[in-house]
């Protein structure tokens, strides 16, 4: 069963309040041109005496370029924002691990400490679990592949855990710590279609003196695994570190940190290969981040705020 947590940012990650205006186009992004540039928002679930789903505008895609939804800190611009994209009544599609996952209708909207909200009713038949997040988009084309999202094999768990164990070791972790990892999250996916599944997992380490080493990491599949049509692993199957994000740190005095945890896929740019949707926890905050694979490697294209109180 995939795990998730409710997420939150440190100032030491502040790229999420401070790399935002400006993006280079990603050339195949030009294609999706439209008089109502594509909005890709995170929809998750809110718990509560009324449980809610709550939609937070990530990107849009405009001319073949990624841009903030609003400027930072201006709620005269959120407003207008949610006049467009937020109005009571408003339908979007929702994606889950690529593929087509139900509809959402836009039930109003509120201001945040520094962001703007969305609240929506979903239909999409238990395809999203209710722990877990998914994507909304306004786009009629993205995401209309199957779902290839799923809980990752018992092979494929211990094989992760081989890889992760070995990039603590790598990191200088002390070998006593190493019986405290912990699982924040692992999904198996097929992140550009080949029928191979990778492996998207957070871990995390804290110590009784609030010493942290937190890992996110992108696990692709070598060995057997490669070729097979069912695409799960058997017994001896490895994976190699496809992206490796790691911190160490020690929590501050009010305890947020810092770890950076999946949210979903979506193949935005029309390549074959999804890109990795992220939260960074943060001081009172989160924050979202976009992972593009290219030339063989996971760079990180965008990153927004999520709100900062």
């Not at 990191?171 to 699982?183: D, E, R, V, Y």
């Not at 010493?211 to 070729?227: K, V």
């Not at 009010?254 to 290969?273: N, P, R, W, Y």
């Amino acid at each position: 069963m995939e795990q998730n947590r409710t997420m939150k940012l440190l100032p030491r990650v502040s790229l999420i309040t401070c790399l935002l205006l400006s993006f280079a186009p990603l050339s195949s992004f030009a294609q999706q041109t439209r008089q109502t540039p594509t909005l890709i928002a995170v929809i998750n679930r809110v718990a509560g005496d009324e449980p809610q789903n709550n939609l937070d505008a990530v990107v849009l895609i405009e001319n073949g370029k990624l841009k903030q939804p609003y400027p930072e800190y201006n709620e005269a611009a959120q407003k207008k924002f949610a006049a467009t994209y937020f109005t009571p009544g408003t339908k979007y599609r929702l994606t889950f691990g690529g593929g087509e996952a139900g509809r959402a209708t836009i039930t109003g909207s509120s201001v945040g400490c520094n962001n703007i909200h969305a609240t929506a009713t979903v239909a999409e038949n238990g395809k999203i679990p209710g722990h877990l997040s998914g994507l909304a988009t306004n786009s009629a084309s993205l995401g209309k592949k199957t779902s290839s999202r799923r809980a990752p094999t018992d092979a494929e768990r211990a094989a992760v855990m081989k890889l992760v164990t070995e990039i603590y070791r790598a990191q200088q972790t002390p070998a006593s710590w190493l019986s405290l990892i912990k699982t924040t999250n692992l999904t198996a996916t097929d992140l550009n279609g080949d029928g191979n599944y990778e492996m998207i997992g957070s871990f995390v380490i804290q110590t009784k003196t609030k010493a942290r080493r937190d890992l996110l990491l992108i696990a692709e599949p070598q060995g057997s695994q490669r070729g097979s049509s069912a695409g799960v692993a058997a017994q001896g199957d490895s994976f190699k570190a496809g992206l490796a994000k790691f911190q160490s740190y020690k929590l501050p005095p009010e305890e947020f940190d810092s770890a950076i945890d999946f949210v979903d896929q979506l193949d935005i740019d029309g390549d074959g290969t999804a890109e990795v949707f992220v939260t960074q926890h943060g001081f009172d905050a989160y924050g979202y981040a976009i992972y593009k694979k290219r030339n063989g490697r996971w760079l990180e294209i965008y990153t927004t705020q999520g709100d900062a109180c």
